[in-house]
């Protein structure tokens, strides 16, 4: 949905655009083209809800999108920088304070939009947080439950909060990693009792396909106690 390439060689009739601004020196994201990624996000819960679906587990996969999270994390709660930013994929000092650099300046775009989650996405979000955003806000109208796996899924969940409060009923966090924006957010969303710490750096769905033998184990045994 924001690739920079043609997946497989096939353009995407799914694509909002190609990419996403440079965090910091610009919005990342047109105002129309974050409607358009929330829209998108609504109608794939929709599509996989109508087609039977009872779960959703939304992933991000992307290298680099720890820092628009961690960016958007802040901006929500109001911490600073650095307390936000992790090492994601083992990244050394001074990658580390690049990374800290970044999510400052994108946090400057997006803390003049305090009050405005559609702003704050335009201001440091990216097509994927954007889709995820819209996704989870629509699962909770359709009643559907959502595992929320990695800091991006867990930075656009926060996102929509803002606009529902109450989604957050239908959100779960199966396990959590070691992400400081990560455990900040889940905190922030009550989501604070995983099923597992796992402290997977991958995220991403990883952890939530790996816990989900788990629910399924758990709602088997549910059943069979209950018809006895």
């Excluded at 998108?40 to 999108?65: N, Q, T, W």
Aim: net charge negative.
């Amino acid at each position: 949905m924001g690739l920079d390439s043609e997946p497989l060689g096939e353009p995407s009739a799914r694509r909002v655009r190609r990419g996403s601004g440079v965090l910091g020196s610009e919005d990342v994201l047109t105002a129309s083209e974050v409607a358009a990624a929330i829209a998108l996000g609504r109608s794939l819960a929709d599509e996989y809800v109508d087609a039977g679906a009872d779960l959703l587990v939304p992933c991000i996969i992307g290298v680099g999108a720890s820092t628009p999270a961690a960016t958007l994390v802040a901006a929500v709660l109001g911490d600073e920088p650095a307390a936000m930013t992790g090492r994601g994929s083992g990244i050394d000092d001074n990658a580390w304070m690049r990374k800290c650099a970044a999510v400052r300046d994108g946090l400057r775009r997006a803390r003049s939009r305090p009050a405005d989650p559609a702003g704050i996405l335009s201001a440091a979000g990216g097509v994927d947080i954007a889709v995820v955003t819209g996704l989870v806000l629509q699962a909770a109208n359709r009643r559907t439950p959502v595992l929320l796996d990695g800091v991006a899924v867990l930075a656009g969940a926060l996102v929509a909060s803002e606009v529902s409060y109450a989604g957050t009923d239908w959100w779960w966090a199966p396990q959590l990693g070691d992400d400081p924006a990560e455990l900040k957010a889940a905190e922030a969303l009550h989501l604070t009792a995983p099923t597992a710490r796992l402290r997977l750096r991958l995220g991403d769905g990883a952890g939530a396909l790996a816990v989900l033998p788990l629910f399924q184990s758990m709602l088997r045994l549910a059943a069979r106690t209950h018809s006895q």
